[in-house]
């Protein structure tokens, strides 16, 4: 029978009796995204893709913008970038080519295909479909445009979490 989502495992339930006796206000001075609006889900291996994306890019980071797009979603991967200015800033452009930077930016995570891109009345990037990043970096590493270091960091983190997105690859009697 699976366990209700509500449910803390006693692992959770560890973790926080710990915290709680080492911080005894700490459910009261954390920001609690089940009593919060503003809160959304990423992969919790956020911090190595965004660090695979800088690596990939070669002196062009395009993690911070990766990062605007993720808080923008819904949870549902869509993005509508009709205030692109106010998103070149929160990706961290300011100044007269705030924008440019910021749209050469989005134009190379389309091309890694880490998004796909959609004119609208606002112009030539309105609308933004964030695709699961998993995949994308195995066809990357594939390729040999991801380097052993990364790409282990990346997949000992996959397995850590129990993520599941890449098991085929990792199946046994699989060719890499």
Known sequence: MARKSKELSKA??????????I???AEEIIWNYKDSPGWLNIPRTMPAITRILDALTKGQPVSGTYLELWCRTFNDGFVDAARSGEMAFFSGFDGERAYRTWLSRIRSLEALGFIRTSAGASGEINYLLILNPYPVLLEHYKAGRINARYWNAFTSRL??????????Y???????
Not at 12 to 21: F, G, T, V
Not at 159 to 168: K, R, S, V, Y
């Open 170 to 176: 990792f199946a046994p009697n699989t060719e890499h």
């Open 159 to 168: 397995i850590e979490i129990g993520a599941t997105d890449l098991d085929d």
């Open 12 to 21: 959770d339930q560890r973790k926080l009796k710990l915290r709680d006796q």
């Open 23 to 25: 911080w005894p206000d």
